[in-house]
Nanobody, 123 residues
Framework: QVQLVESGGGLVQAGGSLRLSCAAS????????MGWFRQAPGKERDFVAA????????LYADSVKGRFTISRDNAKNTVYLQMNSLKSEDTAVYYC????????????????WGQGTQVTVSS
């Protein structure tokens, strides 16, 4: 198993930047695909980004392409989400997720989840 703890959320003005971090503990971090999802009030949990086991492949939702960057540091057991040019519609709780086998954008296929961190973008 792996335990995930997100940090870095907060309040930022539109056009600003934030970097989210997700620290993992437990089984070997490099064994997991890592991802980020987000959920706004009253809405479904949406895919944001995912990164492969070695970090040589990434996936992004169309809504964040060119603005967000996912990366990982396997030596530090941490995955990051750099968010630039933030918009009010990016406001949501952001969740870190992990899976041993699945690399994709369907939330139900990820086995492990963090508790979430709130990102609020003011316009």
């Amino acid at each position: 198993q792996v335990q995930l703890v997100e940090s870095g959320g907060g309040l930022v003005q539109a056009g600003g930047s934030l970097r989210l971090s997700c620290a993992a503990s437990g089984r070997t971090f490099s064994s997991y695909v890592m991802g980020w999802f987000r959920q706004a009030p009253g809405k479904e949990r949406d895919f944001v980004a995912a990164i492969s086991w070695r970090g040589d492949s990434t996936l992004y939702a169309d809504s964040v392409k060119g603005r967000f960057t996912i990366s990982r540091d396997n030596a530090k057991n941490t995955v990051y989400l750099q968010m630039n040019s933030l918009k009010s519609e990016d406001t949501a709780v952001y969740y870190c997720t992990a899976d041993l086998k699945y690399y994709g954008n369907y939330y139900a296929n990820y086995d492990y989840w963090g508790q979430g961190t709130q990102v609020t973008v003011s316009s």
